[in-house]
């Protein structure tokens, strides 16, 4: 969980910069007129090669805002794998080598994270400040997510998914069919299941979810402060994020929870750190959104993809025949086996669909004087009070040299001939240590990482074989991403794609 906090914050962090309102020292009144001008910088020996774009202080903001893959990728085909661009005022060195990331990643001596992100967290979350950055809360986190606690946690995920999906056929005849969007009916169902299981309150899922989806709608907004009053946009923010706090302290004082359950866990820890009670509450509304905000997403894209493409479902199908019985109840369903039997394919087509569609942004201040070393031999200096960002999204992940045809979804891409899982990957001749990074990587590798896996697949497991699953339209194609989500972890889409669906008869 400190893991997925982490990688969501990097990706805030950018869009804090790009609409940042401080100019510091870079104001010259000009006849009743303001200019924003940036200091003359001087470039020294062995430094990126610097775009500073056309407008004055803002540089490459507005592009660099709108789609940072499409901007990243045109300064890519300029410059190579590093470069350094201007963006509101400050100057951010972007390095696209996967086999350099190690020197950025490892570094915590001349490169800091921990500023910018309770900017963020104060900007999106209205404080909560310094309370994820401790090994105490790793060690916490860690404690849940792994072992026994994570057997448990993926068993009441389990249970909850199942009770849902009956729950939302209730009263529907075998032969009718229900109509949807996909990602409505993937985020639905996966985010009650997910706060049912960590937050333990049954009576208001729906509610919770409802305001959140209104949060998370804002959210790119919020941290670029670019809410429209005259569309009420702030007062709409303000009020959904007034009512999760609400929603969530009515939970955090319920009593009988289990002993040792998340909840709990949490709640000590947080009273352990000397948290007051509002604090509280904005500190389980950061956790709701880093825990709960990327399962569904990423699961609308798996099952897009498996819809559009006949060849995938088919495959996928096929493996799950084998660890499913004839019989399709959901009194006695299958999903264990999911965690007991190996799933090659299952498994590959996952990490598709997160190589082409995780895309956060990894962001370090410099706060001193650095040479980067690259893999190729090359040293670049990064001066003190620049910034420096990794997009794996751009690379490794949709990289044409690592990746043939990185825009394709192919299925089998992390297969080998004998079924195996393919991890080995090449760029130049040579092997890169990160060929896909939708977790982030090094020591803030997302901590529920196992627990987020097993939910998506249980998820997914138990709509093929239960549900009678198809596109209303034969012909459509799963929507572009929203461009504006990049940074944020799983790209949501610009759009939905309709589905319909009922209960299976049988298993065949």
């Not at 661009?85 to 190690?102: E, I, M, Q, R």
């Not at 985020?187 to 998370?216: C, H, I, N, P, Q």
């Not at 080995?424 to 896909?436: I, Q, W």
Request: hydrophobic fraction near 40%; include cysteine.
């Amino acid at each position: 969980m400190f893991g997925t906090i982490f990688l969501l914050l990097n990706g805030l962090l950018l869009l804090v910069l790009l609409y940042s309102s401080r100019t510091r020292n870079f104001i010259l009144p000009l006849n009743c007129c303001v200019l924003w001008v940036l200091p003359v910088l001087d470039r020294q020996k062995n430094e990126p090669p610097l775009d500073k774009g056309f407008l004055p202080w803002l540089g490459h903001a507005l592009e660099f805002g709108k789609d940072a893959a499409k901007f990243l990728t045109r300064m890519k085909e300029k410059h190579g794998d590093i470069f350094t661009v201007c963006v509101a005022g400050h100057y951010v060195t972007v390095l696209l080598d996967p086999n350099s990331y190690d020197s950025v990643l490892y570094d915590t001596k001349s490169l800091d994270f921990t500023r910018y992100k309770n900017q963020i967290i104060k900007r999106v979350f209205m404080g909560v400040v310094n309370l994820h950055s401790d090994a105490v809360f790793i060690w916490h986190s860690r404690r849940h997510f792994h072992g026994l606690n994570l057997s448990k946690l993926s068993s009441s995920m389990k249970t909850h998914l199942q009770t849902l999906l009956m729950d939302d056929q209730k009263g529907c005849s075998p032969s009718e069919w229900k109509q949807d969007g996909l990602f409505s009916l993937c985020y639905s169902l996966l985010f009650r299941a997910g706060y049912l299981t960590l937050f333990e309150r049954g009576d208001d899922a729906t509610a919770v979810y409802t305001e959140f989806r209104k949060f998370d709608g804002l959210l790119s907004k919020m941290a670029r402060c670019t809410l429209k009053r005259g569309k009420h946009e702030s007062r709409k923010a303000n009020s959904s994020r007034e009512r999760l706090w609400e929603l969530l302290s009515t939970t955090w004082l319920r009593r009988g929870s289990e002993v040792g359950c998340w909840q709990q866990s949490y709640q000590c820890y947080l009273q352990e750190e000397g948290v007051d009670a509002e604090m509280q509450k904005r500190a389980l509304l950061l956790q709701l959104w880093a825990t709960q905000g990327n399962a569904g997403p990423a699961a609308f894209w798996l099952l897009g993809f498996l819809l559009t493409h006949p060849e995938a479902m088919k495959a996928v199908k096929a493996e799950i025949r084998g660890l499913a019985p004839q019989d399709s109840s959901l009194q006695q369903p299958p999903l264990n086996k999911l965690e007991t039997h190996s799933t090659p394919v299952f498994d590959s087509v996952l990490s598709e669909t997160l190589r082409l569609t995780a895309a956060v942004i990894i962001t370090r201040e410099v706060v001193q004087d650095k040479t980067l070393h690259m893999a190729n031999g090359q040293n670049y200096h990064l001066r003190r009070g620049d910034r420096v960002c990794l997009f794996p999204f751009l690379s490794p992940q949709m990289d044409p040299q690592i990746h043939q045809e990185p825009q394709k979804f192919k299925f089998d891409r992390f297969l080998n001939d004998d079924m195996t899982e393919k991890n080995t990957f090449y760029k130049d001749g040579k092997r890169v240590k990160y060929h896909s990074m939708p977790w982030g990587a090094g020591t803030n590798v997302c901590v529920g990482k196992e627990f987020a896996i097993r939910g998506i697949k249980q998820f997914v497991f138990l709509v093929l074989t239960h549900l009678d699953l198809e596109i209303c339209d034969p012909q459509a194609k799963v929507p572009p991403v929203n461009p504006s989500r990049y940074g944020f972890g799983m790209l949501q889409p610009d759009g939905d794609l309709q589905v319909r669906y009922r209960l299976k008869r049988t298993w065949h």
